[in-house]
């Protein structure tokens, strides 16, 4: 996840910084998802790919459930 930092109370686009550990929570709760949902285990870098829409051996249906999840996870939050 990218935070965008406020400095003097405007947006300093020229900073970037990164919270991994926000993306570890999403790629453990969208593996849990889809163990529940298919009965499949997936590692992290299975998800990962599909996050960085990389090349993967995944069927359709798990990487559009994955998709999803990301959007739907990030309207909850």
């Known amino acids: 996840m990218d935070l965008l930092v406020i400095r003097n ?8 910084v990164s919270d991994r ?3 570890a929570v999403l790629r453990s709760e969208i593996s ?7 009965g499949i285990h997936l590692d992290s870098s299975d998800v990962e790919q599909v996050l ?5 051996i995944l069927d359709e249906i ?13 309207l909850i939050i």
């Not at 109370?9 to 970037?16: A, E, H, Q």
């Not at 849990?32 to 298919?38: G, K, L």
């Not at 960085?52 to 993967?56: A, H, K």
């Open 9 to 16: 109370g405007k947006p300093d686009l020229s900073v970037r």
């Open 21 to 23: 550990s926000g993306m």
């Open 32 to 38: 849990n998802a889809i163990q529940q949902n298919y």
């Open 52 to 56: 960085m829409q990389e090349e993967t």
């Open 62 to 74: 798990i990487m559009r459930f994955m998709v999803l999840f990301r959007l739907s996870y990030f």
